[in-house]
């Protein structure tokens, strides 16, 4: 190469670098003096290591994950001993679909519609970044008895957060409304039809009493919804517990700032820090059950918090919403708390062990752990995250295990009576009975 040719390499290659050295500084001088673009800048940087910690947390779990044995019993069914009805569950990420299907395994009814289908011509301005149908799933669901279905949309890898928003689909997955807000994983509809979830809000700076945040991070608020899904109320969950008599119970992240203690081997991929609350659930106590919860009142809101390992209920009634209950007890990253007929709290406990999961029973009188079920070598349950329970009317337990793709029904005694296996990975499952449904047509599709 001769002398020129490498001077203009040279001088082209210094070039390159100032340019990139004069962006380094006009970001940092906007971050600064917090000019306008700062708020995205923030946001974006928030985003991109919340979704590239989850990933790598992903990653390390999946290869601690147990394969699934190709000899496993594929069906489990015993009739009169199980809960008949209809299951609906959503599996992905590569699967844009909600399936219904009866005991035996048939499909009944299926929605199929994607992200950028349903928001067609509506405000996605809380996404950052383009939609792509390929990366973003229906993620939880609520279904109506005329075939309406309630879900929640997830990115997997799209975009800066994991969080895209909430729709309403009717039967033949036309959309009738959605909310463009960053809604992700758990729903719930009260008995006067408001829709309660979770968005997420990014965070630059620790709140007033919370110090020891690592900042920027993301927490949630609960969003109230009218029927038609139009927002009626935002309540901060991470404020409404800092002023309550629980408080001090958010200190349990101050640890993995003290010097020494849980100090993670790489701050990046600390996600506890950065997703700082993962809330996954919430619930309205209904009139039926709140007799059995004295501590509690009928519309009180039950969330969960999985990187707290917490779980609370919510007064949202009040001028001021207040956080009258909250534990931590014998469960480790939890999922799907549900209040009981019976006054206790049933979940999925992802994490009692490093290769178990367990649906339990929680008594928040007395703090006991009357039942819990970790499936046995036949049935294990082996999922780091995600994961369902739900206690059937006949007294039978419904689980949906993530990762081990499974879903089964377990009687009392712990005796597996109904077992279905998927392909992908469970984002959700559900059953219902055959009086909750209205749309089905029980003469083409009996439950058996």
Same mark, same amino acid.
């Given at each position: 190469m001769s002398k020129p040719r490498r001077g203009r390499v040279f001088l082209k290659a210094l070039c390159i670098f100032g340019l990139m050295s004069l962006s380094f500084l006009l970001g940092a001088l906007v971050i600064c003096l917090r000019l306008p673009p700062a708020k995205f800048i923030a946001d974006a940087y928030v985003g991109i290591h919340t979704y590239l910690q989850r990933t790598a947390e992903s990653d390390q779990e999946l290869r601690k994950r147990p394969t699934r044995s190709s000899a496993r019993q594929e069906t489990v069914d015993v009739p009169g001993q199980t809960y008949d009805g209809y299951t609906i569950y959503i599996q992905g990420p590569r699967e844009p679909l909600v399936t219904l299907i009866d005991m035996k395994g048939n499909v009944v009814h299926e929605w199929n519609s994607t992200f950028s289908k349903v928001w067609e011509g509506r405000d996605q301005?809380?996404?950052?970044?383009v939609a792509d149908d390929a990366k973003i799933t229906p993620f939880f669901g609520h279904l109506f008895p005329n075939g309406d279905l309630l879900v929640t949309y997830h990115s997997l890898g799209n975009g800066v957060l994991f969080g895209c928003g909430m729709a309403k689909l009717d039967k033949d997955s036309q959309t009738i409304w959605v909310y463009s807000g960053n809604c992700h994983h758990d729903l719930d509809v009260g008995e006067d039809?408001?829709?309660?979830? /979770?968005?997420?809000?990014? &965070?630059?700076?620790?709140?007033?009493? $919370? #110090?020891?945040?690592?900042?920027?991070?993301? /927490?949630?608020?609960?969003? &109230?919804?009218?029927?038609?899904?139009? $927002? #009626?109320?935002?309540?901060?969950?991470?404020?409404?517990?800092?002023?309550?008599?629980?408080?001090a119970m958010l200190a349990a992240q101050e640890l993995s700032h003290i010097e020494g203690v849980q100090q993670p081997t790489n701050f990046m991929l600390d996600i506890r820090r950065r997703d700082l609350m993962h809330t996954n659930h919430v619930e309205v106590l209904s009139k039926a059950k709140a007799p059995k919860f004295p501590m509690f009142k009928a519309g009180q809101i039950m969330l969960s918090m999985r990187h707290l390992d917490m779980i609370c209920v919510f007064d949202i009634d009040r001028e001021k919403p207040q956080c009258v209950w909250a534990a931590r007890g014998p469960w480790n990253e939890q999922h799907d708390p549900e209040f009981l007929d019976n006054g206790r709290i049933l979940l999925f406990d992802n994490r009692?062990?490093?290769?178990?999961?367990?649906?339990?029973?929680?008594?928040?009188?007395?703090?006991?752990?009357p039942w819990c079920f970790w499936g046995g070598k036949d049935h294990p349950l082996c999922t780091f995250e995600r994961g369902d329970s739900q206690r059937l009317p006949n007294g039978n337990t419904f689980i949906a295990s993530t990762h081990g793709r499974v879903m089964i029904e377990v009687t009392p005694d712990k005796t597996v009576v109904w077992q279905q296996l998927v392909k992908l990975d469970l984002f959700y499952a559900r059953r219902y009975g055959t009086n909750e449904l209205t749309f089905v047509d029980e003469k083409r599709h009996p439950p058996r």
């Open positions: 301005s809380h996404l950052d970044g039809g408001r829709v309660y979830g /979770v968005r997420l809000r990014p &965070v630059r700076r620790p709140l007033q009493g $919370l #110090e020891y945040m690592a900042c920027p991070c993301m /927490v949630d608020d609960l969003v &109230v919804l009218s029927a038609d899904g139009q $927002l #009626e109320r935002v309540v901060p969950i991470i404020e409404t517990i800092r002023d309550s008599p629980y408080g009692p062990g490093e290769s178990a999961s367990r649906v339990m029973e929680f008594d928040p009188a007395t703090q006991a752990m």
